[in-house]
C-alpha cells in the first residue's frame, strides 16, 4: 500500500471517529433534508405542485442533490475548525503525505453521507416516491450523487482552509445554503425570468437534481434546457470532475503552505 493511501485512510478514521465522537450533531445533520422534505412535501406540495406530476417524487431528487451540495458547507466547517485549533500545524510536523489530510477528510465525508442518505431514502418511499425507473439508472444515481458530494466538499476544505476564523466559516457554510434554491432542487425554472433561469440551469444542482430525476425515472429531460440541464448526465460528470479537479489540488497546495 502507498503512503498516500495509508496515510489517507488514517486520515479518514480520525475523520469518522470524530463524527462518533460528535453523534448529536451528525444525527441532526442528517435529519434536516428529511425534516425539509416532510415540510416542503406536505406543507407547500399543493401550493408548489408540478403539473402532473406527484410533487414529493419530483422534490426527493432535488433534496438529494441539495444535501450532496452541503458537503461545501461540511468541508468548510470542519476544515476551518482543524486550521484554528491547531490540528493542521500538528499535521505538519508528522511524516504524513500532504495531500492525504484533505483527501482524507473528503473520504470520510463521502461515507457519512452514503450511511445518511439511506434515512432520506426511506422517507421518500415512505410518502410516496418511487424508483420508476431501471435499477443499472439508480445506482448510476447514486454514483453521480456520492460524485458530486465529493467535489463541494474539496470545495468545502480549500474555503476552510482559507478562511479567517472558525465563525467566518460557519456564516459563510450557512450561506450555501441559499444555492439550492437558485436551481431547480425545489421548482421548476420553465416559469422563471430568462436571466434567473439560465442562472439556474447553469447551477451544477441544477444538473445533478435533473440528472437523478432522469436516472430514477421521475420526470423527462426539459425541452430547451441550458446544456448542462440538457444533457444531464453528462452535465453533473463535467461539473464534478472539474470541481474536483479544480479544488482537490488547491486544497492540497493551501493545507502544505498555510502556517
Do not use: K
Amino acid at each position: 500500500m502507498s503512503a498516500l493511501a495509508y496515510d489517507g485512510l488514517a486520515m479518514a478514521g480520525r475523520q469518522l471517529r470524530r463524527v462518533r465522537n460528535t453523534p448529536g450533531l451528525a444525527i441532526l445533520t442528517q435529519l434536516m433534508p428529511v425534516n425539509m422534505l416532510l415540510f416542503f412535501g406536505y406543507v407547500f406540495g399543493s401550493a408548489l405542485a408540478v403539473p402532473g406530476r406527484e410533487y414529493r417524487s419530483f422534490l426527493v431528487p432535488g433534496l438529494l442533490a441539495a444535501t450532496a451540495a452541503g458537503g461545501l458547507m461540511t468541508g468548510m466547517f470542519q476544515a476551518a475548525q482543524d486550521t484554528h485549533r491547531g490540528v493542521m500545524d500538528r499535521f505538519r510536523t508528522m511524516p504524513v503525505s500532504r495531500a492525504a489530510v484533505p483527501l482524507g477528510q473528503a473520504v470520510a465525508d463521502l461515507l457519512v453521507t452514503a450511511v445518511g442518505t439511506v434515512p432520506l431514502l426511506l422517507t421518500g418511499l415512505a410518502v410516496g416516491w418511487r424508483i420508476e425507473g431501471s435499477a443499472a439508472g439508480a445506482a448510476g444515481a447514486v454514483g453521480l450523487l456520492l460524485l458530486f458530494r465529493f467535489a463541494c466538499t474539496c470545495a468545502g476544505i480549500l474555503l476552510g482552509l482559507l478562511s479567517r476564523s472558525e465563525e467566518a466559516a460557519g456564516q459563510l457554510g450557512a450561506a450555501s445554503f441559499v444555492l439550492p434554491l437558485l436551481s431547480n432542487a425545489y421548482i421548476p425554472t420553465g416559469n422563471l425570468p430568462h436571466w434567473l433561469r439560465v442562472l439556474a440551469e447553469w447551477n451544477p444542482i441544477s444538473a445533478v437534481t435533473t440528472a437523478l430525476r432522469d436516472l430514477f425515472g421521475n420526470a423527462p429531460v426539459p425541452a430547451g434546457a441550458a446544456w448542462p440541464v440538457a444533457h444531464p448526465v453528462a452535465g453533473s460528470l463535467a461539473w464534478s470532475l472539474a470541481l474536483t479537479a479544480l479544488f482537490l489540488p488547491l486544497a492540497v497546495r493551501r493545507y502544505a503552505r498555510t502556517e
